[in-house]
């Protein structure tokens, strides 16, 4: 066999891959366009994806309406703004709802070149990865998020208040000088206030993905349980650093972040410790692993008392 026979051998089965990784693709995209339209379907007047943005702004809206707005309002100041931001909501939108139809399709690019226990050992992880992300998104917008407005928004009353405190334990003696403070009030844009919610909302979801990546790394020997507990203090810097990046400057939500992640990676030793006993069961059942360690103890030690003797 001459040597452009091997090279057309070796190159058919990369060509064969290309094409299955085209046509997956193909059908990733077209999913996402699909998801994308119909978020632009029209329900009682609005787009779902005006409505999906609705649902994001609430923290911001009922945290305006805590402190004492009874009509609060978003503004947007420029033509093209709120087309931008209304796409960019379904964009988001259309990729969490093609996300099963995505994961599907990579599902079939991979799967073929896995075993069976390989197929068996993979799969759970694509169907925790979303139910993960769903739980860290749900709790950045129903937990996290409303307490980072209410600090935020709240910073100015806080900040009045003190300021007439100290005015009143002075007697008096500070007082503002008429005419020359300006009035500060809160003109949300809407872009800016959905911007800070989407950065929880995939900060925490991708946060969630904790236990899965290591418990998928666990099961592929790549980490042990061992190896993760003895880096724990260079996990909670590296925790502490992740918290005062993706959080605005704020304690409350830092702390919460810290929290929540250093809690995940505590359960992650844990499932890397479940995964390991399970894996030396198997090994034991199936005759790959014996007891030699035990004994060689034994007979370490029945060595050192006739020694002793």
């Known amino acids: 066999m001459s040597a452009n026979e091997d090279m057309d051998d070796s190159a058919a089965p990369l060509i064969e ?3 299955e990784l085209r046509t997956r693709l193909i059908r990733s995209v077209l999913a996402l366009l699909v998801a994308i339209i119909v978020l632009f379907v029209p329900i009682n007047g609005d787009f779902v994806a005006e409505h999906l943005m ?13 402190m004492g707005d009874e009509n609060p309002a978003l503004q947007y100041t420029s033509p093209q703004e709120y087309l931008f931001t209304v796409f960019r909501v379904s964009l988001v939108g259309g990729f ?3 996300f099963p139809v ?12 896995l075993y069976r226990n390989e197929k068996n050992a993979f799969l759970p992880f694509i169907i925790a990865s979303p139910l993960m992300f769903f739980l860290g998104a749900s709790f950045a917008q129903f937990v996290v998020t409303p307490l980072a407005m209410t600090f935020l928004l709240g910073f100015a009353d806080a900040s009045s208040f003190m300021t007439n405190v100290i005015s009143a334990a002075s007697g008096g003696a500070i007082e503002p000088a008429k005419g020359s403070a300006a ?3 809160f003109n949300g844009k809407v872009n800016e206030s959905l911007d800070i919610t989407l950065k929880f909302i995939m900060a925490f979801g991708l946060c969630f993905q904790l236990p899965v990546l290591l418990t998928l790394m666990g099961k592929a020997g790549l980490v042990s349980s061992e190896g993760l507990g003895n ?9 502490l650093v992740l918290a005062a990046l993706v959080t605005p400057p704020d304690v409350i939500t830092q702390l919460i972040l810290f929290v929540v992640v250093y809690g995940l990676y505590e359960i992650s030793i844990q499932l890397v410790k479940w995964v390991e006993k399970k894996r030396e069961a198997q090994l034991r059942a199936e005759g790959y692993y014996d007891d030699e360690d035990d004994l060689q103890a034994e007979f370490d030690d029945g060595e050192g008392e006739d020694i002793q003797k």
């Open 183 to 185: 009035i500060i009030t």
């Open 54 to 66: 609705n649902f994001l702004l609430t923290p911001v809206v009922e945290t305006l309406r805590d």
């Open 17 to 19: 891959h290309l094409a």
């Open 231 to 239: 880096v724990r203090k260079y996990a909670v810097v590296a925790i």
């Open 102 to 113: 995505i994961a599907f399709q990579l599902w079939r690019f991979v799967a073929p070149g």
């Open 96 to 98: 969490a709802l093609a």
